[in-house]
């Protein structure tokens, strides 16, 4: 997980750890989706958030949610069955 964070912003980026360029071009293999995991992002200010998932080979947004903050950390799911994604999250109105 690569990414930036502010008090109510955060971008990610979550690859599979294989999925490299020497994977591609020497193997000769396709991505690995990623397994399942969880990412906390901390120190968020409380409140409800917008978390957007984003395909990178598409350039297209996946799916989206609304999720509350507990404590000030944003706990995430990550969505199953792709080799990478992004992640955008931005705080909205309570």
């Known amino acids: 997980v690569l990414g930036f964070r502010s008090n109510a912003r955060a971008l990610l980026w979550i690859q599979e750890r294989d999925n490299r360029w020497y994977r591609r071009l020497v193997e000769q293999r396709g991505p690995a989706p990623l397994a399942p995991v969880s990412v906390d992002i901390p120190r968020l200010t409380e409140g409800q958030y917008r978390v957007e998932w984003w395909d990178t080979y598409a350039g297209q947004p996946i799916t989206h949610a609304l999720l509350r903050t507990r ?17 955008k999250v931005r705080r909205v109105g309570d």
């Open 71 to 87: 404590q000030g950390t944003l706990g995430l799911r990550v969505p199953p069955g792709q080799p990478d994604l992004a992640c």
